[in-house]
C-alpha cells in the first residue's frame, strides 16, 4: 500500500513549517529539529492516518522550536552546559529531543497535572 503522503505534501509541510518561523520569530532550524523529533516518535507507534501524522510533526515542531530556547538558557543558567558548547549549537539536540517526547511524554504529563489539579479544585 502506497503512502498516503505525497513528496509535494511533504515540500509544503517544510515551507509552512518555515514561514511559520520566520513569521513567528522562532527559529526554523528548531522547528525542523523538533519536527524530526516528533517523526522520530511515530516509529515507536502503530500507523497513524495523514491527518495524525501531519499534527503529530506539527506539534512537535511547535513544541520543539518553542521548548529548545527555554530548556537550553535554563540549563545554562544552572551551569549544566559547559562553557565550551554555544547555546544555540545546543539547542538544536535539545529541539530534536523535545520534539521526541512532546506527544506521548509532555502531552500526557500536562493533561494528567491538569486533571489532578482539576480533582483538587472539584473537592
Do not use: C, H, N
Not at 520566520?22 to 523529533?37: E, H, I, K, S, Y
Not at 522520530?40 to 521548548?67: C, E, F, K, N
Amino acid at each position: 500500500m502506497t503512502d498516503p503522503i505525497s513528496p509535494p505534501a511533504i515540500g509544503l509541510t517544510a515551507a509552512g513549517i518555515t514561514l511559520f518561523g520566520v513569521a513567528t520569530g522562532l527559529d526554523p532550524v528548531l522547528l525542523f529539529a523538533g519536527a524530526g523529533g516528533g517523526w522520530w516518535a511515530m516509529t515507536y507507534q502503530p500507523v497513524l492516518g495523514a491527518l495524525d501524522r501531519l499534527s503529530r510533526i506539527g506539534i512537535s515542531a511547535l513544541v520543539g522550536g518553542w521548548g529548545s530556547p527555554l530548556a537550553v538558557g535554563y540549563a545554562a543558567g544552572a551551569g549544566w552546559l559547559p562553557e565550551a558548547v554555544p547555546q544555540q549549537a545546543a539547542g538544536f539536540p535539545v529541539a530534536l529531543g523535545i520534539g521526541l517526547l512532546a506527544v506521548d511524554v509532555i502531552g500526557r504529563g500536562v493533561l494528567r497535572l491538569a486533571q489532578r489539579k482539576a480533582e483538587e479544585i472539584a473537592k
